[in-house]
């Protein structure tokens, strides 16, 4: 009943939230992806998205079908995979910002698993710049992770907007440097956040690092300063910074896949679990995506 390329482009569109970042991931005309999105809707008999000029949303029949889809394809994959006798094995070397491993990734590992039982699959859980750099050095197949503003490079998976976190009753002193919870160099976040600071003319000072997001999250919940992290991907205990605290806007950051020539031991693997990423990529935050850009490590 319901065409595999439609779904696909659905799950673009409400990953991205976006008919245009849609189009370029998927390498079709924008044309093509609202025709794709149209004949589904005319299928369900329900509109998935309201848009205008300026936004677009899931509707909750949308949101309904964001499961549906993702289900459909799954199985879609591999059935296709039992008849043709294609499954990928050998090793694959993926690496991954830990925010995704603490929330939604084992979700969709498990998933890949089940249709890909042959894989070995080593994972990494670092910094997003360290995961770039060990990707450019060869040492990994498969990146999941932020990508920093200049960077062209990479597969958009989601976008999700930076805020200001810290424990519920945290109060800011406007009279002394903001304290801040950040991961060491070359952490993306961090770089973010002091240049944001830097350019409102707001002094600061690190009052913790730690490699670790379950470090941070330790030092945030007891009060010694705040973090800039994703609006979707916010942990429990911690809460955003209300505007009366007088930080700056941080803006927006692109998670991303990327992969270098593959070996020829995890080619097709890599690219059975970018595809996996990608049509469940909306289960790797907490909420639906927002039309900004997200964090991580």
Not at 7 to 29: N, W, Y
Not at 235 to 255: I, K, Q, S, T, Y
Request: aromatic letters at 4%; one cysteine or more; charged letters at 25%.
């Amino acid at each position: 009943m319901y065409d595999p390329a439609q779904l696909r482009t659905f799950l673009a569109v409400a990953q991205t939230l976006s008919f245009t970042q849609a189009a370029r991931r998927l390498g079709l005309r924008q044309s093509t992806v609202s025709q794709h999105v149209r004949r589904l809707e005319d299928a369900t008999g329900r509109p998935l998205f309201t848009r205008d000029t300026h936004s677009v949303e899931l509707t909750e029949d949308g949101e309904a079908m964001l499961g549906f889809a993702r289900r459909i394809l799954e199985v879609h994959e591999q059935a296709t995979a039992h008849f043709t006798g294609v499954r990928p094995g050998g090793r694959l070397r993926f690496g991954a910002s830990e925010d995704f491993v603490l929330t939604r990734l084992p979700d969709i590992l498990q998933s890949f698993r089940r249709g890909h039982p042959e894989v070995d699959l080593e994972l990494t859980v670092e910094l997003s710049g360290t995961l770039h750099e060990r990707l450019d050095a060869g040492r990994l197949d498969l990146v999941l992770a932020k990508r920093r503003p200049e960077d062209p490079r990479g597969e958009l998976v989601w976008r999700d907007d930076l805020v200001w976190i810290g424990a519920p009753r945290l109060r800011l002193d406007p009279a002394r440097p903001v304290p801040l919870i950040v991961y060491p160099p070359p952490g993306i976040t961090r770089a973010l956040a002091m240049a944001a600071l830097e350019r409102a003319g707001r002094p600061w000072r690190v009052a913790c690092t730690s490699g670790s997001l379950n470090g941070l999250v330790a030092a945030a919940r007891a009060g010694l300063g705040v973090m800039a992290h994703s609006r979707g991907l916010i942990p429990p205990g911690l809460a955003r910074l209300p505007e009366r605290a007088g930080l700056p806007e941080l803006g927006a950051v692109d998670f991303v896949l990327r992969h270098v020539e593959p070996r020829p031991s995890a080619g097709g693997a890599a690219d059975a679990l970018a595809r996996a990423i990608l049509a469940g990529g909306d289960r790797l935050h907490r909420g639906r995506p927002p039309s900004g850009a997200g964090t991580g490590t």
